[in-house]
């Protein structure tokens, strides 16, 4: 499978009932927990840090995940950290940043190294999270640059593992479908 390869003898590592689609590309320093889906055109690249994605979650089409190096201006770098049961919409740049569990990440969204989002967060497509921002847990965030908007409604709580749970369906079909 050349769309999961490795980095200098690091080896990505999959839970199980992970699905990524072949024209994903999956390098390094990566661990996928179960039940993850990873979709056409993602690039997750542990290179030069590591990423953890947590279980049951799915990184939608065109998405990038990635890290900040360590070096003089940064000496411990930023991994990529993400937890579970969380959606990262169409599009989105994922760079250094550690994101809680039950979070919803926009289509389009940015968030850049050593951005922190809590547990139970919606952030508005087309978000720009700045480098080292916190985002606290219960609110819906929007805006370039990002500002807290509400806070979530119950429903809107109750939608995190709806939307896992359905991603965790649909690459089973996926994986069902395939040769």
Same mark, same amino acid.
């Given at each position: 499978?050349?769309? %999961?390869?490795?980095?200098?003898?690091?080896?990505?590592?999959?839970?199980?009932?992970? /699905?990524?689609?072949?024209?994903?590309?999956?390098?390094?320093?990566?661990?996928?927990? !179960? @039940?993850?889906?990873? /979709?056409?055109?993602?690039?997750?690249?542990? @290179?030069?840090?590591?990423?953890?994605?947590?279980?049951?979650?799915? %990184?939608?089409?065109?998405?990038?995940?990635?890290?900040?190096?360590?070096?003089?201006?940064?000496?411990?770098? /930023?991994?990529?950290?993400? #937890?579970?049961?969380?959606?990262? #919409?169409?599009?989105?740049?994922?760079?250094?940043?550690?994101?809680?569990?039950?979070?919803?990440?926009?289509?389009?969204? %940015?968030?850049?190294?050593?951005?922190?989002?809590?547990?139970?967060? %919606?952030?508005?497509?087309?978000?720009?999270?700045?480098?080292?921002?916190?985002?606290?847990?219960?609110?819906?965030?929007?805006?370039?640059?990002?500002?807290?908007?509400?806070?979530?409604?119950?429903?809107?709580?109750?939608?995190?593992?709806?939307?896992?749970?359905?991603?965790?369906?649909?690459?089973? !079909?996926?994986?069902? @479908?395939?040769?």
């Amino acid at each position: 499978m050349t769309y %999961i390869r490795s980095h200098k003898g690091v080896h990505p590592e999959f839970g199980d009932r992970v /699905w990524i689609d072949p024209s994903a590309v999956v390098i390094g320093d990566v661990v996928l927990g !179960e @039940d993850c889906s990873v /979709w056409p055109m993602t690039t997750i690249r542990g @290179d030069m840090h590591r990423i953890r994605i947590g279980k049951r979650c799915s %990184i939608q089409d065109g998405s990038v995940c990635h890290i900040t190096h360590a070096g003089p201006y940064n000496p411990d770098g /930023w991994p990529l950290i993400v #937890g579970d049961d969380v959606t990262v #919409g169409h599009k989105a740049l994922l760079h250094g940043c550690t994101i809680g569990s039950r979070v919803l990440v926009g289509m389009g969204t %940015i968030i850049m190294d050593g951005a922190r989002v809590d547990d139970e967060v %919606i952030i508005a497509a087309g978000t720009l999270v700045p480098p080292g921002k916190h985002l606290e847990s219960g609110y819906l965030y929007r805006g370039s640059p990002v500002r807290q908007a509400r806070e979530l409604t119950q429903e809107e709580r109750d939608f995190f593992t709806y939307t896992a749970s359905n991603y965790v369906r649909l690459k089973d !079909e996926h994986r069902t @479908d395939d040769p």
